[in-house]
């Protein structure tokens, strides 16, 4: 027994020593700066980096690296070199460049597989943005009966929403972990599954069979046709549009509770609503901008000094720090102000500054440049609709009036919308006709 001890402590120590080794050499074999590089900032563990850093809290982990960096650095995230740009009077070089120097189309593909299995051939973004009409579910996808003005009708496509509702809202809890490949065993089952019961909502028999189907719809069925995708990548497909004209949904009820007991008539109606739609979007609205750096190539800042990129890496710029939340360019960026984009004159504010000059892009819910949102025209309507309905068809109060906005979802920064952590629970009713 002695002896088994003994070797077994050995066997311990020497794979303990083994490991030590590894990390010695791969920390020795690393990536280091070269001259006229941003600024590289590895971490701690070889090959993960600031993995766990990163998809903890991006915005407080990039605030820091700022902080510590400037404007511009390199981190390593799980064996990816992410160049990170922070000045938004530079982000024009970043958004206007070559397609064939920073692409967007290939991290969207990665995320498209790793969040709805879709691999599409020849996916061409700028496509889908030629088909993308305003609509909500039902008017994308159509009716369950044809004859949906019926009341029975109304009531079997409000059913059936509902039941699809639930299972998104499942799935959708688990995308932002799928997006960085962090799902655990028993989440992946899960995950899984839900993807699978949603495909079962959404095969090309069950869509084909509906009612006052959207010419968007339609539209977009011969698009993947024409591309060669089969019946099942088109169910997929379809499930991952579904997710990017639902996503802005929570900002109708963000934007209620931001501006719930704070909005004074001072202005017209309609651009007061406007201000605090923008405003209610500038707190937020987080996405990564992304793109892929297919060549070596330098990036000129806008105050002149020259950064050399490396093929492969992936350049980010994260507008939700600045320069949504810059302090420099928003007096109190943290609090919410309703008249925030209104002259004193009533027209609309467009003057922000940074450091004397006054900001192109001040406010990027819908990122900029080429590859803009797809979708913002439909999600603007949407959210504005939406919150028109509520505040003239409901009465609506706070069940506990005295309850704070809750923070936000972390995990999804870098994913559009931010959600709340939790719910905030409120009391409803018709308002009398």
Not at 140 to 157: F, I, M, R, T, W
Not at 188 to 206: G, I, P, V
Not at 391 to 396: E, P, W, Y
Request: glycine letters at 6%; charged letters at 25%.
């Amino acid at each position: 027994m002695g002896a088994f001890v003994f070797s077994a402590s050995w066997l311990g120590f020497l794979l303990l020593l083994l490991l030590l080794f590894l990390l010695l050499v791969a920390s020795l074999s690393g990536r280091t700066r070269r001259p006229d590089e941003p600024p590289l900032d590895r971490g701690h563990i070889p090959w993960l980096g600031h993995a766990l850093a990163f998809g903890k809290d991006a915005a407080k982990f990039l605030s820091e690296m700022k902080e510590k960096h400037g404007d511009i650095f390199t981190v390593q995230v799980a064996g990816k070199f992410i160049t990170v740009l922070l000045d938004p009077l530079s982000y024009d070089v970043v958004l206007w460049e070559s397609c064939a120097k920073l692409d967007f189309g290939q991290y969207a593909r990665i995320l498209m597989k790793r969040m709805f299995d879709v691999t599409l051939p020849n996916y061409d973004s700028n496509a889908e943005k030629a088909m993308l009409r305003p609509a909500g579910f039902l008017t994308l996808y159509g009716n369950e009966s044809k004859d949906y003005e019926d009341v029975n009708c109304q009531a079997k496509d409000r059913a059936h929403s509902m039941e699809v509702y639930n299972v998104y809202y499942k799935l959708d809890r688990f995308l932002m972990k799928a997006a960085r490949s962090t799902l655990s065993v028993v989440e992946k089952r899960t995950f899984y599954n839900t993807r699978k019961d949603l495909w079962n909502f959404f095969s090309m028999e069950r869509l084909n069979s509906r009612e006052n189907q959207s010419v968007w719809l339609k539209t977009y069925k011969e698009h993947l046709v024409d591309l060669g995708v089969n019946e099942d990548m088109q169910t997929r497909a379809m499930v991952l549009q579904l997710w990017s004209t639902q996503s802005p949904v929570p900002s109708s009820y963000t934007d209620y509770l931001y501006a719930k007991d704070r909005v004074r008539k001072t202005y017209p109606w309609p651009r007061i609503r406007d201000s605090a739609f923008n405003e209610s979007l500038r707190l937020s609205a987080a996405p990564f901008i992304s793109r892929e750096v297919l060549q070596d190539m330098a990036l000129r800042l806008a105050a002149g000094r020259e950064y050399h990129l490396r093929k492969g890496d992936r350049l980010c710029l994260f507008p939700f720090i600045s320069p949504q939340r810059d302090p420099e360019v928003y007096e109190e960026p943290e609090k919410f102000i309703y008249d925030r984009f209104l002259n004193s004159d009533g027209t609309e504010k467009k003057d922000f500054y940074k450091g004397g000059q006054r900001l192109k892009y001040y406010n990027m819910p819908w990122g900029a440049g080429i590859n803009v949102c797809i979708g913002k025209f439909f999600a603007v309507n949407n959210i504005k609709l939406s919150v028109f309905h509520l505040l003239n068809c409901f009465d609506l109060e706070l069940i506990d009036p005295a309850q704070k906005i809750p923070g936000f979802d972390k995990e999804r920064y870098g994913f559009g919308m931010l959600q709340p952590e939790t719910d905030v629970r409120i009391r409803y009713k018709l308002k009398d006709q």
